[in-house]
């Protein structure tokens, strides 16, 4: 409590300082993001015109960060059941340290056996797979129980307060159940983060190098137990040691999307939805700009005609972001996101300002007197 009161005091005496510090951090990231969201897009020459709109930028990286953190508590399942299984033997803190790393043999083990059998053994029924996956579990878990000292902590946390009359042995039993079945879930948890990568992947739109990506996702499920690991094992004080979680925790995670194929792509793609900065919503739009009708392809714009002396265009945005407004044609809708750089050639740039979003018309006869032929 003294530990934390002081570094209370601290940040209240530097806060300035850290104000600044984290500003100017939140600043370099939200551009970092935009800039790869507009460059996965193939448009990379919006960056500089979207960054005038500052107030747009610090929304951007609030939702940025609100789905870094949907992606953190994803991956944080594993660590969560994994500091569960290692808190069984609160009452051994002697041991409980060492617990801390040998549960990684089981842990590690079956979270190699449950990958393989996601990846590699797609055709095996999925019954065998987890029935294997948990008797080599049972086996690791089983081993442990060779060292005295590992036997002597389950036995203590056991037994300790125990109500009178109940089994000695039918605790132990009862423990090593809890206990095994806390590892288990470590486990299976993982499939929560694999299927994160798995979906940014199909998002990046590779399908091949199985290998490597299990190899990522095998990383990002056993580098969730690190926290647990580094909370356990540390001989400071408690806030300190909670620091140090909260810390590998994060770096986890960014190290995870880095990594990820797809993954840091997908993290721009879902802020830019949530954002409403990219729709599939198909409408019409009137330009009020620079552009006339015989600017668009026919083939492509579909439905372009001419209202008001505007080229009235069906369409969505692709990025709208401050007054920065990218319109694609509605035939580009179903558009992969690798296949982006590509397409985003046949949108046009335009202002938020410059654009009237029209209504829908169930009867189109009644807009015909007022739009003009093609030509």
Request: hydrophobic content about 50%; aromatic content about 10%.
């Amino acid at each position: 409590m003294q530990s934390f009161k002081t570094n209370f005091k601290r940040v209240l005496t530097y806060w300035a300082q850290i104000g600044v510090t984290i500003s100017a951090i939140g600043t370099g990231i939200g551009y970092l993001t935009l800039s790869l969201y507009t460059r996965s897009i193939g448009r990379p020459d919006l960056i500089s015109a979207a960054l005038d709109a500052s107030s747009a930028l610090v929304l951007w990286l609030a939702i940025t960060a609100l789905v870094v953190f949907a992606y953190l508590l994803v991956l944080a399942s594993t660590t969560a059941l994994y500091g569960l299984s290692v808190s069984l033997f609160n009452k051994a803190p002697d041991e409980q340290r060492k617990v801390a790393l040998s549960f990684l043999i089981p842990v590690c083990l079956g979270m190699t056996a449950f990958m393989v059998s996601i990846y590699i053994g797609q055709g095996w029924n999925q019954g065998y797979a987890f029935l294997i996956t948990t008797l080599l579990v049972l086996a690791a878990t089983g081993l442990l129980c060779v060292s005295k000292d590992f036997r002597l902590a389950m036995r203590a946390c056991a037994e300790i307060d125990l109500p009178q009359g109940v089994s000695k042995r039918g605790a132990r039993i009862w423990f090593g159940a809890m206990v095994f079945f806390m590892i288990v879930a470590t486990v299976v948890s993982a499939a929560a983060p694999t299927g994160l990568i798995l979906k940014a992947y199909v998002v990046d739109g590779a399908r091949q190098n199985m290998l490597l990506l299990m190899a990522v996702s095998l990383f990002a499920a056993i580098a969730a137990l690190a926290p647990v690991v580094v909370f356990y094992r540390s001989k400071t004080d408690l806030f300190t040691r909670i620091l140090f979680a909260v810390g590998a925790t994060l770096a986890v995670v960014m190290v995870v999307i880095i990594i990820s194929p797809g993954g840091a792509t997908m993290i721009v793609n879902s802020t830019a939805s949530l954002m409403n900065a990219r729709s599939n919503k198909i409408a019409n739009y009137l330009i009020d700009d620079v552009y006339k009708e015989n600017d668009f392809d026919l083939k492509v714009w579909i439905g372009t005609k001419t209202l008001h002396d505007h080229p009235l265009i069906t369409g969505f945005p692709l990025f709208s972001f401050g007054d920065v407004l990218l319109l694609c044609p509605s035939t580009r809708v179903d558009t992969l996101m690798k296949d982006w750089p590509a397409e985003s050639a046949y949108c046009i740039v335009t202002k938020n300002s410059k654009v009237t979003r029209m209504p829908s018309n169930s009867n189109p006869e009644v807009s015909e007197p007022a739009v003009k032929p093609a030509g």
